[in-house]
């Protein structure tokens, strides 16, 4: 989710560019401006769903937050992101709801620049390789049936 | 927030400010300072982006500003695309009736379910509520909210349906539409949308039965009005002062000014008073028009032909929801495919006005075009400009009623205020942290917070 005519908030629009050629099957690919009832929307249904969103935490550009939703709150102002109704609020929206996937993971990407314009900032670039790489293994992870040993 | 302030102390300064930060629309702040028990300053600043497409439409194509239009709002796409077809179909001669026309109704309705609803639940009915937020709210009362986001499903279906995409529409142009949907393909949302309706009845009661604050305010209202309907894609700008003006005269009546310390135009009538467009002008002005369905539940929900307290807009927003589903069926129902899905738009020099009833208000869009239909200049007056005024008169209205309040209830009073107006930012009113400063007349100012999130995109 994301808006990519914010430069790097954009991030998660580009991640699922990237991964349009690489998944099949029941992998749906959804992009999204980040407002939270359509979140909630996206994931209807779904067993597993991995999240990629633009982040600003205070950490250096392009580090990658892996968060894997569980029981607790998402943390949230202090990692916040960059949307107003957005991910965290979707999260305990569909907690409160019973709308959760069961297995929910937030890839947030740190952001350098989010003013107006189109086209990621380097450091966030260079972390594109590595966050497609991570998606992709948590699907084939997904993939396999419970029994199977991961 | 610290602060304490005595609520019996109103001899000295009180400062009550709220900082909104926006993701894509802008900002918005609030800032009230009180002295000696009145009210001597109101500010309401709103950021406003619109100006940017103004400079930046010149010198593109005719076909070119509903596309690029929509993308200043995610909440309300439909209604700058929708003003945007009209005023360039104005300058060019054309007009489109018909099953287009109606089709832009439909997609219309849309929008103002699914923005309606959004407001409704998720960002007005915590305030009545007493919840912090809608995520507390959906904790407590679960079925509530998710009926509401049953209902803006809806909303967000007609859209996807008729627009292309459920945000910012890939399906709208001028002169009409790149596709148009079969009547096989609306059957299916005529049982969704009867469904909606029966949600809408329930809102409604449910919002009608809310502790609403007693204020009421001598407003000019503002809307269009459409001889045959309850005016949404254009129609006469009419005023509650007897103002009949054709949209084309609309710079005539609406005057814009700068005002320092923020970046958005404020705007006035003729003789310099405030005025306010959006649900509680065209319910004042135009209540007659409303389906049968929504006018008895207006009725029942204790609305009479006018509203003049702006706590009331949920209600309003809410009849309005009812009566935009009733719209939407009755045009599903009437509908017979266009022999063509746009009627063709050469493009000719000249200047085109455009104007339609968005979410929270008139929504007026003016183009100037040379004769191959280049932009040589273009004009967008949004509806949350226009209430600017009107709000900072709410606000400083309310807040002269109720000095006995504590800071953080005034506060708190007064955001509820602004959200009376659904402000066109679609996540403005969820990145309100506040900063309550205060002073008592010493110069002893003290600080709480500001415990602003970082600075939005």
Redesign the interface.
Known sequence: MG?P???D?GVGPTVARRLAPLVEGEVELVVL??????L??AWDGADVAVVVD?V?S?AEPGVVHRVQVGPDPVPH?SA?S?????LA?AV??GR???RLPRQLIVYGVE?AD??AGAGLSPAVEAALDDVVDQVLVELALASLTPDDPP | MSVSQPPDDTSGERTLRVEAL???EGEGAMYVRTSEGRVAEVELQIYEPPRFFEAFLRGRRHTEPPDITA?IC?ICPVAYQMSACLAIEDACGVTVDGPVADLRRLLYCGEWIESHV?HIY?LHAPDFLGYP???AL??DH?DA??QG?DL??TG?DLVDLIGGR??HPVNVRVGGFYRVPTRRELAPMREALLLARDRAEDMTRWVAGFDIPDFEREYTFVALRDRDRYAVVGGELVSSDGLVAPVADFDLHVHEEHVARSNALRAHLDDGRAYLVGPLARYSLNSAQLSERARAAAADAGLGPTCRNPFRSIVVRSVETLHAIDEAIAIIDRYDEPDAPAVEVPPRAGVGHGATEAPRGVLYHRYELDEQGLVLDARIVPPTSQNQAAIEEDLAGFVERHLSLDTETLTHRCEQAIRNYDPCI??????LDLTVSESNGDNGATEAGPRR??A??
């Open positions: 808006n005519q914010r430069h908030d401006d980040g407002e939270a009832t359509r909630l929307d633009a600003r205070g102002e916040a960059t949307h107003g109704l957005g609020e305990e929206l409160a709801l019973g952001v989010t003013a | 926006a993701r894509v993308r995610g959004l998720l937020s809608a995520l959906a904790q679960p909210v998710q986001l803006k499903k967000n459920a945000v679609s996540c403005a009113t969820h990145f999130r970082p939005a995109p």
